[in-house]
């Protein structure tokens, strides 16, 4: 069970520090998904990414919303 927890934690890491790097809150990222077509509540994006169990497909949407290109995986 562990390891399940460092993958959740590592992908919710990602997303939050590209929420960051762009200054943008729970809010502007329900704003900026519902531009792409998904609508989706700040109080239930805030709650998918608290538990960090969130689908690929739901990562990649706010990935696209933000205007991410690129994700880097490696430590910096």
Not at 57 to 63: E, H
């Amino acid at each position: 069970m562990a390891k399940r927890k460092d993958w959740q934690a590592r992908v919710k890491g990602l997303l939050k520090a590209e929420l960051k790097r762009r200054n943008l809150s729970y809010a502007d990222l329900a704003g900026k998904l519902a531009t792409v077509g998904i609508d989706d509540s700040e109080r239930n994006i805030s709650n998918k990414i608290s538990r960090g169990t969130f689908t690929a497909v739901f990562f990649i949407q706010c990935m696209e919303a933000v205007g991410c290109k690129t994700i880097h995986l490696e430590d910096s």
